[in-house]
């Protein structure tokens, strides 16, 4: 069992940055790929950006890509995504999630990732 916690969500206004957090269990966070997820209001679920077990290899949306920085301390098991530049169309529950098959690789897809943490809400102001 995994269990994956986010942190670091808020209110900020555009232009500004967050970075957010995410907890993990288990004993071998070292091996799983990790991704956030986002979902905003009447809309599903998309993806934001995710990382190799290493984070030597990263993947990102287009609507992010330049603006936020996945990576990730093994040690602590915890991934990180920085969050610069926001825009009001950031403003989601973004979630974390954990790939824990063997030879995870960087996904976009959202079912390839058995554990999800509970989300943590940012908000960007106009």
């Known amino acids: 069992q995994v269990q994956l916690v986010e942190s670091g969500g808020g209110l900020v206004q555009a232009g500004g940055s967050l970075r957010l957090s995410c907890a993990a269990s288990?004993?071998?966070?070292?091996?799983?790929?990790m991704g956030w997820f986002r979902q905003a209001p009447g809309n599903e679920r998309e993806f934001v950006a995710a990382?190799?077990?290493?984070?030597?290899?990263?993947y990102y949306a287009d609507s992010v890509k330049g603006r936020f920085t996945i990576s990730r301390d093994n040690a602590k098991k915890t991934v990180y995504l920085q969050m610069n530049s926001l825009k009001p169309e950031d403003t989601a529950i973004y979630y974390c999630?954990?790939?824990?098959?063997?030879?995870?690789?960087?996904?976009?897809?959202?079912?390839?990732?058995?554990?999800w943490g509970q989300g943590t809400q940012v908000t960007v102001s106009s």
């Open positions: 288990g004993r071998t966070f070292s091996s799983y790929a």
């Open positions: 999630a954990a790939d824990i098959s063997v030879l995870a690789v960087v996904s976009p897809e959202a079912r390839a990732y058995e554990y």
């Open positions: 990382l190799n077990w290493s984070g030597r290899n990263t």
